[in-house]
């Protein structure tokens, strides 16, 4: 279970203070499918970092099962974030000079998993995405941005994570390759109880997940 209690997320501009996220709470249980919404600006973003340990909050706790990683040192947040967290960008940030099966390999190699385990387990999760064949010894700007995103789910579960983190996943493809990215994560959800959660603008897609936050201006309103 991930349970957020009244975090606040400051940054300082110049001599004024922005407080991005705004004494915010909320649970998901394991296995949800849950959406963050709101305007740009609105604090989707940190708030996804602070649950995926790339931030800390200025108060408040992120408790992840019995992790408060919200004070964790810097070794603790690591290893969270290497064990715990599979992360899909909308930029989809693969490494461009590493073919696909490279990409998927790389999480692994920094958990220590053996080179041919790494690799099997590779082809193994691409094929599952539907990269398959000659396109896994690709290099990203050889593949579409749909195949691209695809490698980037693969590689965000080389570790088998608990939980799925993914913003704005579909931001960057045309409207049926985003439907099909969606599908592959809520599918996810179902069949690895594997807890997901994606920061969206798109109410179509919002609606369609167990549960949905939204925030305005750092608070969260529904």
């Known amino acids: 279970m991930i349970e957020v209690k009244n975090i606040t997320k400051e940054f300082q501009t110049g001599n004024s203070p922005v ?24 604090g989707k973003s940190t708030l996804l970092s602070m649950l995926g340990g790339l931030d800390k909050p200025s108060s408040g706790s992120v408790r992840v099962d019995d992790q408060v990683i919200s004070s964790g040192s810097d070794r603790d947040l690591i290893s969270y974030r290497r ?7 909308q930029a989809f940030n693969l490494i461009p000079n590493l073919k696909a ?14 080179k041919a385990e790494r690799r099997s387990r590779a082809v193994e999760l691409l094929d599952q995405v539907g990269v398959t064949g000659e396109k896994q010894n690709r290099r990203p ?7 691209q995103q695809r490698v980037a789910i693969a590689r965000a579960l080389a570790n088998k994570p608990r939980v799925i983190l993914a913003d704005e996943p579909t931001g960057n493809l045309d409207t049926k390759t985003g439907k099909v990215i969606f599908s592959m994560l809520k599918d996810l959800s179902r069949s690895a109880n594997t807890t997901v959660i994606i920061v969206t603008h798109d109410m179509n ?11 305005e201006d750092g608070h969260l309103v529904a």
């Open 83 to 89: 064990n715990k967290i599979g992360f899909v960008f």
């Open 141 to 147: 700007s050889r593949l579409s941005g749909g195949e």
């Open 19 to 42: 407080t991005a996220v705004d004494d915010v709470s909320f649970s998901i249980e394991d296995g949800q499918f849950a959406s963050i919404v709101g305007t740009s600006g609105s």
């Open 101 to 114: 099966v490279e990409n998927v390999m790389l999480p692994m190699e920094f958990a220590g998993v053996p």
């Open 205 to 215: 897609y919002a609606e369609k997940t167990d549960v949905t936050f939204r925030l």
